[in-house]
């Protein structure tokens, strides 16, 4: 943020808006996540009225490997959990080695950001417009 704000970039708040969060409310959840910031997934669960029983953080863009998937999946079972991840991860899932009936068994929670300022994603789209027009000579 430091270095576009150097740069005379805008910034623009915003923050993570849980779809169908009520979902969740009273549930105990393995929540689990390879992204950047996992603690803030478990956060967001948490948030919604899940319980987060286990969590297991993997690193960034991490490759789930089927040993790993049947441990969750295991730890989840013996503890009664509902297993929950990212839409990052669940789609990263879909393209792997996910056993059979794993990713069926899961929880995927859908978020948006929703920026502060109503018209930020407007004033984002103008300003990407205006540098390609003056990039391209338009």
């Not at 969060?21 to 967001?44: D, K, M, N, S, W």
């Not at 991860?89 to 069926?104: C, K, N, Q, S, Y």
């Amino acid at each position: 943020m430091r270095k576009a704000a150097r740069a005379g970039k805008a910034l623009y708040e915003a923050h993570v808006r849980p779809l169908d969060a009520a979902r969740l409310a009273g549930r105990r959840f393995l929540v689990f996540a390879g992204i950047g910031h996992p603690e803030r997934f478990f956060e967001t669960v948490a948030a919604c009225g899940g319980t987060v029983v286990r969590q297991r953080a993997f690193p960034d863009h991490h490759v789930y490997a089927a040993d790993e998937l049947r441990d969750l999946a295991g730890a989840a079972a013996s503890d009664a959990l509902t297993l929950i991840t990212t839409e990052k991860d669940a789609v990263r899932l879909t393209h792997g080695e996910a056993p059979e009936g794993f990713i069926d068994g899961m929880e995927v929670l859908a978020i948006e950001a929703e920026f502060d300022l109503p018209h930020a994603s407007r004033a984002i789209l103008d300003q990407a417009f205006a540098t390609w027009r003056l990039k391209s000579g338009l």
